[in-house]
């Protein structure tokens, strides 16, 4: 069981707009940045926001992080059939001297 | 354009070691922490471990600690895993990443992974 997490799936139509939670402690998320990746099956995964809320180039801005205390979200708007993929969390934890993945989120588009 | 891949992966028996590399080309390597990430079939992503830019700061997971052994050899853009006391719950990909530019260990960049898998 993951120190950090995530609910295990999430879902939604084309165009809605989803959020996926990631929730960890004072050591972990409360101290330090939030990361999100995503992977498609078979392929590594890919960043997608650093630093809580800043986007690599090429990640469209209707992908946006935030952070809030001890948890964060990924907000996808417009979401689009190829937005189905796995989503995973991350930061470094104080105590462990080492980051941590959230389990993962599965999202579905409907 | 970054490119980092990976080899050294295949079957082992169980107690057994192997030893994984890295070699990256598009960027300073040496400019840059490094980590191993691992998934194992069918589940999430595990942060192996890390080690810094200059190889003087080396980090682990409590499940690899003591068996796992982060390295780097600046001179040939390598980044090494060696792997002792193998477990069948040590059966994943691992991927080698490269950091951001401000050390986080996390990965801006990703290989695209080898397959170890411990089995008698």
């Known amino acids: 069981q993951s120190v950090v997490t995530q609910p295990p799936s999430a879902s939604g139509t084309p165009g809605q707009r989803v959020t996926i939670s990631c929730s960890g402690s004072s050591s972990n998320i409360g101290s330090n940045y939030v990361y999100w990746y995503q992977q498609f099956p078979g392929t590594a995964p890919k960043l997608l926001i650093y630093?809580?809320?800043q986007r690599p180039s090429g990640v469209p801005d209707r992908i946006s992080g935030s952070k809030s205390g001890t948890s964060a979200s990924l907000a996808i708007s417009g979401l689009r059939s190829e937005d189905e993929a796995d989503y995973y969390c991350a930061t470094w934890d104080d105590s462990l001297s080492g980051s941590l993945f959230g389990g993962g989120t599965k999202l579905t588009v409907l | 354009e970054v490119q980092l891949l990976e080899s050294g992966g295949g079957l082992v028996q169980p107690g057994g070691s192997l030893r994984l590399s890295c070699t990256a080309s598009g960027f300073t390597f040496n400019n840059y922490a490094m980590s191993w990430v691992r998934q194992a079939p069918g589940k999430g992503l595990e942060w192996v471990s890390g080690?810094?830019?200059?190889?003087?700061?080396?980090y682990y997971a409590d499940s690899v600690k003591g068996r796992f052994t982060i390295s780097r050899d600046n001179s040939k853009n390598t980044l090494y895993v060696q792997m002792n006391s193998l477990r069948a719950e040590d059966t994943a990909v691992y991927y080698c990443?490269?950091?951001?530019?401000?050390?986080?260990?996390?990965?801006?960049?990703w290989g695209q992974g080898t397959l170890v898998t411990v089995s008698s």
């Open positions: 080690i810094s830019a200059s190889d003087d700061s080396t």
């Open positions: 630093r809580n809320n």
């Open positions: 990443a490269k950091d951001l530019p401000i050390t986080s260990f996390q990965a801006e960049y």
